[in-house]
């Protein structure tokens, strides 16, 4: 993969986040929240492959949604902002099918940060 190819998914991210406004969020929701990384054994053989097609990369702001959320509005590409984090998330992974009501937050390869953060409870709005 060359270094362009890596770089076009983080712009694409940043305009995306950049163009989701307060007055576009107009639902919340508590949910059990947890985090990946970019690893195979937490993935599949394409950790850098997000579940609709999207190249992911470390430094994306990238969540994966549980697969009951994507009927609420939690659909491909949908901005959410996340209790205790700044900025945007994008929508860009899905869950395995038995999670429910949960959202994934995406940290690239930094395994610590991951295990640091562990499984809380989060409010997200969209």
């Known amino acids: 993969m060359t270094r362009s190819t890596l770089i076009w998914p983080v712009v694409l991210t940043c305009v995306f986040a950049a ?22 054994n937490q993935t599949d053989a394409e950790p850098h492959l ?48 038995r999670w429910k009501k949960r959202i994934d937050i995406y940290m690239g390869n930094d395994l610590e940060a991951a295990r640091a953060w562990g499984k809380r409870k989060v409010e997200i709005s969209w």
Do not use: C
């Open 50 to 97: 997000a579940a609709w097609g999207d190249p992911i990369t470390p430094g994306m702001k990238v969540i994966a949604v549980s697969r009951d959320l994507i009927p609420a509005g939690l659909d491909h590409r949908t901005p959410v902002k996340i209790e205790g984090f700044q900025g945007v998330y994008l929508v860009l992974d899905k869950m395995h099918g």
């Open 19 to 40: 163009s989701a406004s307060a007055d576009e969020i107009d639902r919340s929701l508590v949910v059990t929240a947890t985090a990946y990384n970019s690893l195979p």
